[in-house]
């Protein structure tokens, strides 16, 4: 081998020698993230509007003969054409959502003893019922069916579960089963609860969001934690009792009815602070103004909150809320200005003087601020 041979192959050494750390140091090209769950996210634009009505005379009667012509609703101060006003006569797709955190756990039995009343008074002859229950997990305890007997067979063996109560979480799963059933049903959430949010991961606003771009009407009865406390055993870990005795009520009833456990929390939705929370709620996706959730749910969708103490008012309640299910009218409107981003409300006059009326107060367009 020459000079010349050596110097080359000495060169050719060096240069592999030069490159093999340079290769060694090379990353293998980047991996693709693992696919994610896809987010429950919000539409943020409405074609159709649907709002349930219900209407009542000055003897609290509810009122069956309200004819189009009577009936103005506006959007945001806009009058709107209706679509379609009639008696509701559509079955209802309906999701039970009851709290078995421990904190409610005395009255479980009580609750399980009512269900009878869910599928004969709420359901009707064609409608549907789904079961989720809430702790420190949210469980689907029975998929969407119109048998009573099984949906039945399943909220008789609701357990008792841990010690969070993940209530906006699992409204959060009510209203993905809901947005699955098909259209021209009505769509309700029944929630069994206290008044309590306590490890979810779902903001409290986005439930409340979803349920008025998606025409779900919340009913809400709340729990005493008072009551679960008085039927505690000792060995229990005691809750917080309320500071105010059985038969002190904090807020005033409705003029001309004597106050229950049950007509205390009923016709709330008139008073004013309450479409403030909503709006809030909807807008920020937070509780920023303090209010009972259940309350501000129920209100914002259209619904009634009830509270209650003792089996018969448990039992009055889920009557009362079945004949209101069943007396309502349904009014849909395209908005002329659904475009427009930021909270809308709704509201509908009637022609005919002394007359009350409930409706949902609006709903929210846009991303949160």
């Given at each position: 081998?020459?000079?010349?041979?050596?110097?080359?192959?000495?060169?050719?050494?060096?240069?592999?020698?030069?490159?093999?750390?340079?290769?060694a140091q090379q990353q293998p090209p980047p991996q693709p993230p693992p696919p994610q769950e896809p987010?429950?996210?919000?539409?943020?634009?409405?074609?159709?509007?649907?709002?349930?009505?219900?209407?009542?005379?000055?003897?609290?009667?509810?009122?069956?003969?309200?004819?189009?012509?009577?009936?103005?609703?506006?959007?945001?101060?806009?009058?709107?054409?209706?679509?379609?006003?009639?008696?509701?006569?559509?079955?209802?797709?309906?999701?039970?959502?009851?709290?078995?955190?421990?904190?409610?756990?005395?009255?479980?039995?009580?609750?399980?003893?009512?269900?009878?009343?869910?599928?004969?008074?709420?359901?009707?002859?064609?409608?549907?019922?789904?079961?989720?229950?809430?702790?420190?997990?949210?469980?689907r305890r029975q998929e969407f069916t119109s048998d009573a007997e099984e949906f039945l067979r399943a909220?008789?063996?609701?357990?008792?579960?841990?010690?969070?109560?993940?209530?906006?979480?699992?409204?959060?799963?009510?209203?993905?089963?809901?947005?699955?059933?098909?259209?021209?049903?009505?769509?309700?959430?029944?929630?069994?609860?206290?008044?309590?949010?306590?490890?979810?991961?779902?903001?409290?606003?986005?439930?409340?969001?979803?349920?008025?771009?998606?025409?779900?009407?919340?009913?809400?009865?709340?729990?005493?934690?008072?009551?679960?406390?008085?039927?505690?055993?000792?060995?229990?870990?005691?809750?917080?009792?309320?500071?105010?005795?059985?038969?002190?009520?904090?807020?005033?009833?409705?003029?001309?009815?004597?106050?229950?456990?049950?007509?205390?929390?009923?016709?709330?939705?008139?008073?004013?602070?309450?479409?403030?929370?909503?709006?809030?709620?909807?807008?920020?996706?937070?509780?920023?103004?303090?209010?009972?959730?259940?309350?501000?749910?129920?209100?914002?969708?259209?619904?009634?909150?009830?509270?209650?103490?003792?089996?018969?008012?448990?039992?009055?309640?889920?009557?009362?809320?079945?004949?209101?299910?069943?007396?309502?009218?349904?009014?849909?409107?395209?908005?002329?200005?659904?475009?427009?981003?930021?909270?809308?409300?709704?509201?509908?006059?009637?022609?005919?003087?002394?007359?009350?009326?409930?409706?949902?107060?609006?709903?929210?367009?846009?991303?949160?601020?």
């Amino acid at each position: 081998m020459d000079m010349r041979q050596s110097l080359a192959v000495l060169l050719s050494l060096l240069l592999l020698s030069s490159l093999a750390p340079a290769g060694a140091q090379q990353q293998p090209p980047p991996q693709p993230p693992p696919p994610q769950e896809p987010e429950f996210r919000v539409p943020v634009r409405v074609e159709l509007v649907t709002v349930p009505l219900v209407v009542w005379d000055a003897r609290a009667e509810f009122v069956y003969d309200l004819a189009r012509e009577e009936v103005t609703l506006l959007d945001n101060g806009v009058p709107q054409q209706l679509r379609s006003f009639e008696l509701a006569t559509q079955p209802v797709s309906l999701v039970v959502l009851v709290d078995t955190s421990q904190r409610v756990k005395p009255l479980l039995e009580r609750v399980r003893e009512v269900g009878i009343l869910i599928t004969s008074n709420i359901l009707g002859q064609f409608g549907e019922a789904a079961l989720l229950t809430f702790d420190s997990f949210v469980t689907r305890r029975q998929e969407f069916t119109s048998d009573a007997e099984e949906f039945l067979r399943a909220f008789e063996r609701i357990p008792a579960g841990g010690t969070e109560s993940r209530l906006a979480d699992g409204l959060d799963q009510a209203m993905r089963l809901l947005a699955q059933r098909p259209q021209g049903r009505r769509r309700v959430i029944l929630v069994i609860s206290e008044a309590l949010d306590k490890g979810s991961s779902t903001p409290l606003g986005v439930p409340l969001r979803v349920a008025q771009l998606n025409d779900i009407t919340v009913y809400t009865i709340s729990l005493s934690a008072l009551e679960a406390d008085l039927h505690r055993r000792p060995e229990e870990t005691p809750v917080k009792p309320s500071p105010y005795p059985p038969g002190v009520f904090t807020r005033p009833g409705t003029p001309g009815q004597p106050q229950t456990p049950t007509t205390v929390a009923q016709e709330q939705y008139a008073r004013a602070d309450l479409f403030n929370a909503v709006a809030t709620l909807v807008r920020t996706l937070r509780d920023t103004m303090g209010n009972d959730v259940l309350e501000v749910y129920a209100h914002g969708t259209g619904g009634v909150s009830h509270s209650t103490f003792g089996r018969a008012e448990l039992e009055n309640v889920l009557n009362r809320i079945g004949q209101d299910l069943h007396s309502q009218y349904l009014i849909t409107y395209t908005p002329s200005n659904r475009d427009q981003n930021g909270y809308h409300k709704i509201e509908v006059r009637l022609g005919r003087p002394g007359l009350g009326v409930r409706h949902r107060p609006g709903y929210f367009v846009g991303p949160p601020l």
